[in-house]
């Protein structure tokens, strides 16, 4: 069994899971479906492709730093009415909302060659990442040197560096995980069940507690 780490930092991320028309949500934590829709970016996999196999594989995210929900006003005019005609007279106003300054560890497990194929294509995307929208891009590598590891979920990111600062209180580190189970759980509506293009989703249980790190843990990396 395998694991691959990545990890999501930057000053904006958004992971919608239920947005429509005029409010564009966003979970507390990156969904599925964003992670690979991400991956499939650095694959060079057209949206049109099958996703099966990246379905297939569990995931996990640690929350290393909480996000903090911000909201956008967005308006908008010349929006193309249902007469297919642009009205210059119709403004329409959107809320989009956003996690500032978030950090994840997220990982996924399952097959060893196709986590290496993933591994090697973060190095080196084809095309550019970002973390939910376009515009939000990652203030630092998504691809991690030591990513791909032996273990399970759980015991590689109980095990794997935090990627921020430490609080010097704390005695025994511990982070929020969310983690994907096959039989119970809250339902997350973020499994890809067709090729992107699509937009077919179907459900997932997840878990959500704490977990805690091996003492003295921290991440070179503390400027995310």
Request: glycine fraction near 8%.
């Amino acid at each position: 069994m395998a694991t691959l780490l990545m990890r999501l930092a930057g000053p904006m991320q958004s992971w919608g899971t239920t947005s429509r028309f005029d409010e564009r949500d966003t979970q507390l934590e990156p969904s599925k479906s964003g992670v690979l829709g991400l991956v499939c970016a650095a694959l060079g996999r057209d949206r049109a492709e099958p996703v099966a196999d990246l379905a297939a594989l569990r995931m996990a995210v640690r929350v290393d730093r909480e996000g903090i929900p911000m909201r956008d006003y967005h308006t908008a005019t010349g929006v193309v009415a249902s007469s297919g005609k642009a009205d210059a007279n119709r403004t329409v106003v959107s809320q989009r909302y956003y996690l500032s300054d978030a950090v994840f560890l997220v990982a996924l497990e399952g097959d060893r060659e196709l986590l290496s194929q993933v591994h090697n294509a973060l190095r080196t995307p084809h095309w550019p990442l970002c973390l939910g929208r376009k515009s939000f891009a990652p203030s630092c590598p998504v691809f991690m040197p030591e990513g791909l590891r032996d273990g399970g979920l759980l015991d590689v990111l109980g095990s794997a560096a935090l990627l921020t600062e430490q609080d010097g209180i704390e005695n025994t580190p511990q982070r929020r995980v969310v983690i994907e189970d096959a039989e119970e759980g809250t339902v997350r509506v973020d499994q890809p069940i067709a090729p992107f293009s699509e937009r077919r989703f179907g459900p997932r249980f997840v878990k959500t507690f704490d977990l805690k790190l091996e003492v003295g843990n921290v991440s070179d990396t503390t400027d995310a």
